[in-house]
């Protein structure tokens, strides 16, 4: 993340500590089979985004750092297409390999 996280505020950032610029955020997401219809992962979507913004989800996610995003599928799929060529070509360019 490109700033401190509020449960650890005394711990600096990478991008604070060894690495100026760098900027990198955990995502979690639900995915379904694909084929599944439209309307279905619609549903799906508001309801995760409903529970994301119930106060004691909130307050649990808080509590251990996290801070919900939520988003649409059309959103997620393009962070999720952005991340894989981001950190795709950073494995190139390390040629980093799974032996």
Do not use: W
């Not at 599944?36 to 409903?50: H, P």
């Not at 004691?56 to 999720?80: C, N």
Request: avoid cysteine.
């Amino acid at each position: 993340m490109a700033r401190r996280s509020p449960v650890t505020p005394d711990v600096p950032t990478v991008a604070e500590s060894v690495a100026p610029g760098f900027d990198m955020a955990a995502s979690i997401g639900v995915f379904a089979p694909g084929g599944t219809s439209r309307d279905i992962v619609a549903r799906l979507s508001q309801a995760i985004n409903a529970a994301l913004r119930a106060p004691d989800v909130l307050e649990r996610m808080a509590a251990i750092g996290m801070e919900p995003a939520g988003t649409s599928p059309a959103e997620y799929e393009q962070r999720l297409r952005a991340d894989y060529e981001r950190y795709g070509a950073l494995v190139r360019r390390i040629g980093m390999r799974i032996d």
